[in-house]
């Protein structure tokens, strides 16, 4: 029992880790590529809030470029409405928002 506590303790551990590093990215820059020698700078992954307006439905053979620009977006367009996906990933029926206004 002690075992399944602390498989379920780590498990929570880590869903809370990856939760944290997926909303701030850190870049620790050391030695020789700054002035001022060792510096540690902090990037914060800045994602509008956003409404989606239209969707589109990934078919078979659909890419994400195929899709942006039969909607006629531009892939940095697409990829802002979607800031999430993987577009080396996409699998047949997977959602992806083609028109988004501001929340």
Do not use: Y
């Not at 909303?23 to 409404?51: D, H, Y």
């Amino acid at each position: 029992m002690a075992n399944h506590a602390a498989a379920t303790l780590l498990i929570a551990s880590l869903l809370v880790a990856v939760t944290l590093a997926d909303a701030r990215i850190t870049l620790q820059v050391q030695g020789g590529s700054m002035k001022e020698g060792n510096a540690a700078m902090t990037f914060v992954k800045s994602v509008p809030a956003l409404t989606c307006n239209k969707v589109h439905g990934f078919q078979a053979g659909d890419t994400c470029f195929d899709v942006a620009q039969g909607s006629g977006l531009t892939q940095d367009q697409f990829l802002s409405f979607n800031p999430n996906i993987n577009c080396a990933k996409v699998f047949v029926g997977q959602w992806v928002c083609l028109d988004a206004s501001s929340a």
